[in-house]
Nanobody, 122 residues
């Protein structure tokens, strides 16, 4: 089992950048593929990006390609999401999740963090 905690959210102006972190407890972080999702109130959770356990494979939602970068540091039990050129429509609660393989579907992840709010002002 792994417990996840996101941090790094906040308020940023359009065009700005933020880096989210997701810190995992336990010694099994490196065994899991990891993903980032986001959710706006009243809407379904949306896939953002995913990364394999070793970091060699990454997947991005089309809307994030070229703007967002997912990475991980297994020695620090930490997952990152670098978000650049942010837009007001990126405003959401961002969640990290752990699963067996990189997956664009939230059903592929067994463990979830509590989320961190990202607000992009116009």
């Amino acid at each position: 089992q792994v417990q996840l905690a996101e941090s790094g959210g906040g308020l940023v102006q359009a065009g700005g950048s933020l880096r989210l972190s997701c810190t995992a407890s336990g010694r099994t972080f490196s065994r899991y593929a990891m993903g980032w999702f986001r959710q706006v109130p009243g809407k379904e959770r949306e896939f953002v990006a995913a990364i394999s356990w070793g970091g060699a494979r990454t997947i991005y939602a089309d809307a994030m390609k070229g703007r967002f970068g997912i990475s991980r540091d297994n020695a620090k039990n930490t997952l990152y999401l670098q978000m650049n050129t942010l837009k007001p429509e990126d405003t959401a609660v961002y969640y990290c999740a752990a699963g067996n393989s990189p997956d664009t579907n939230e059903g592929g992840y067994a463990y979830w963090g509590q989320g961190t709010q990202v607000t992009v002002s116009s």
